[in-house]
Nanobody, 117 residues
Framework: QAHLMESGGGLVQPGATLRLSCTAS????????MAWYRQAPGNQRELVAR???????TVVDSVKDRFTISRDNTRNTLYLQMNSLKPEDTAVYYC???????????WGQGTQVTVSS
């Protein structure tokens, strides 16, 4: 059973915009700090952005001027708005849920983002 489901990836040109979405079950989403990670070929998976249950955000320096993380608790959906995309943003992007206080940790299946001219 897939607990997290990402969507919104694709092939875009440099400078383009994409918005990734991740939906989760109510029981997981409401109780979790949510995050986006990415993994480029040959690289380790890395944190991109994180948002707490009450909306506090952390965005890594390499993308903080271009990417925005948000969550809609009424729709159990996590978003990553990605502007001014660069070729180095090419990666598989994963949604993550860290259920507070339980030790439970969930991953989505990933969505491919390719930035190329």
């Amino acid at each position: 059973q897939a607990h997290l489901m990402e969507s919104g990836g694709g092939l875009v040109q440099p400078g383009a915009t994409l918005r990734l979405s991740c939906t989760a079950s109510d029981s997981i989403f409401r109780g979790s700090t949510m995050a986006w990670y990415r993994q480029a070929p040959g690289n380790q998976r890395e944190l991109v952005a994180r948002i707490s249950r009450n909306g506090m955000t952390t965005v890594v320096d390499s993308v903080k001027d271009r990417f925005t993380i948000s969550r809609d608790n009424t729709r159990n959906t996590l978003y990553l708005q990605m502007n001014s995309l660069k070729p180095e943003d090419t990666a598989v992007y994963y949604c993550n849920a860290d259920v507070t206080g339980s030790g439970d940790y969930y991953w989505g299946q990933g969505t491919q983002v390719t930035v190329s001219s």
